[in-house]
């Protein structure tokens, strides 16, 4: 990976946030700091699997699965793989869940760009699928339908891509015939696209009943560059991109028919940062947000599918500036930006068109971040930054307004005292008090409370005026507060 050494500068034509949260630590996965990188690839992730975020990171030695849950406490999986290589990078969104089973690609050999099909309960170590198939090659994009597992993967003679279908009740893998990227279910078929050399791009149709595929929609080629990039279902509609030469165009298609060009913006689309790759465009609050490249500006398009007016929302006014990929996050979208190596996401609200660049995280000054994943109502991403390294962060612009503090008040008291408790997570909390030679003269287990700012009332009625130690315990912290008391 190449390191980061200048922090991200993004200049925009409207106004910018004023509020200053920033990303905290999550996971420290080996503490490698940014003057000695060896061995530490960035967490990269893979998807929300039985309620825990999963991840994977290289450490100094090998690559492990790490699991996330909401109270974040981190778990981690070893692979159990007979080789000098291990696993490298998750592939964001190149990820399905069958059951109680997650499915995922993931590279193998970074300089052969070997990829494989892994196989993970979230117990065992993970199980390569294709261990013993050298003629099924580059796995990607598995999807689940109808109990099976269907992805896509290169012919290592032809070099042609085609679908293949593995069922894990049987453990069969099956050739489907021709095949493509960006797979989406529609109305119970397969839709992908495929590059066809000298016809273009082309979006098909497949039917896995009858295994054969109908062409729904041709680009044809040109010098300039042609493609069909990104297949989402909104509003019972699949919507996908078109580029031809310069202009980028966004259509619609129900099913059947023919499809219907909904844009047209004269510019080339924009992005082939890997990091930032998927998904291209995003759907939020009855619009589609497109990334946008014109010449050597950037800009974000919101097309509003009830009205079908398209308008520039957000610029990017200079040069060499790349967007890479928009995400929802809560009111905002997230947006990945790109200048030169220098990456970073961007905080978007398209209602009062304020933005903001995430700022690094308290203490730090670089800062790099990679692939958002919403989880738990909160932000979650891989990060670089010259404290920690590459490891994993979180940014949550509403829970973070809960100061994460603990305080007693009145004190001194007399008949009760308050505990006032925030935390951005929910908190398992019990109190004692101990009179100066260390005697215990109330315990308890206060309960459970959920994330925000809690005022839990301690009766002092039967302890005696005096000086005391009261000491508050979270369950999966230890001691948090430990303070004097005086009970009047």
Excluded at 40 to 46: D, H, K, L, W, Y
Excluded at 161 to 178: E, V
Excluded at 355 to 383: C, H, K, R, W
């Amino acid at each position: 990976m190449k390191t980061i050494f200048s922090t991200l500068l993004v200049c925009c034509t409207l106004h910018a946030y004023t509020q200053t949260f920033r990303p905290v630590l999550v996971a420290d996965i080996n503490a490698v700091k940014y003057d000695s990188m060896t061995g530490n690839a960035m967490p990269s992730f893979v998807a929300v699997f039985n309620d825990r975020l999963i991840f994977s990171a290289w450490d100094d030695t090998a690559t492990h699965l790490y699991a996330c849950d909401k109270q974040e406490r981190i778990t981690k999986y070893k692979y159990n793989i007979d080789s000098t290589n291990a696993p490298w990078y998750m592939h964001p969104h190149y990820a399905a869940q069958l059951g109680d089973t997650l499915y995922y690609t993931q590279d193998f050999d970074l300089l052969q760009e070997e990829r494989r099909l892994y196989a993970w309960n979230g117990i065992d170590s993970p199980r390569n699928l294709l261990a013993d198939r050298p003629d099924i090659e580059d796995p990607t994009e598995p999807l689940a339908i109808d109990g099976k597992i269907i992805f896509t993967a290169r012919n290592p003679t032809t070099w042609d891509y085609q679908l293949w279908q593995y069922t894990p009740a049987t453990g069969s893998l099956d050739n489907l015939g021709a095949g493509g990227y960006y797979k989406t279910w529609y109305k119970d078929k397969l839709y992908f696209t495929r590059p066809m050399g000298g016809t273009g791009d082309e979006l098909y149709a497949f039917d896995l009943a009858t295994r054969t595929a109908t062409l729904v929609f041709s680009v044809p080629p040109n010098p300039s560059g042609t493609g069909i990039y990104e297949l989402t279902v909104v509003n019972d509609k699949l919507f996908f991109v078109v580029k031809r030469a310069d202009i980028l165009q966004l259509y619609s298609y129900n099913g059947s028919g023919t499809a219907v060009q909904c844009t047209d913006i004269a510019g080339a689309f924009g992005s082939s940062y890997t990091l930032f790759r998927r998904p291209f465009f995003a759907h939020f609050n009855g619009s589609i947000y497109l990334p946008v490249q014109q010449g050597s500006t950037a800009s974000i398009w919101a097309y509003h599918i009830a009205t079908g007016a398209a308008k520039e929302v957000l610029t990017f006014p200079f040069d060499y500036t790349n967007i890479g990929g928009i995400i929802p996050y809560r009111d905002k979208l997230v947006i990945g930006i790109a200048q030169s190596y220098h990456y970073g996401l961007m905080l978007f609200a398209p209602q009062t068109g304020a933005y903001e660049v995430m700022p690094p995280p308290a203490g730090t000054q670089i800062f790099g971040s990679y692939n958002p994943t919403v989880f738990n109502d909160m932000l979650y991403f891989s990060a670089y930054d010259d404290v920690y390294g590459w490891e994993l962060f979180r940014y949550d612009d509403v829970k973070r307004n809960i100061p994460e503090e603990i305080t007693l008040y009145p004190n001194p008291a007399n008949t009760h005292t308050y505990i006032r408790t925030g935390s951005v997570k929910e908190q398992t909390l019990s109190a004692v008090i101990t009179d100066v030679a260390g005697r215990k003269v109330y315990g308890k287990l206060l309960g459970t409370y959920p994330a925000g700012t809690h005022d839990i009332e301690i009766p002092l009625q039967h302890v005696a005026a005096g000086m005391y130690i009261l000491s508050v315990f979270e369950k999966n912290k230890g001691k948090v507060l430990t303070t004097k008391l005086v009970k009047l």
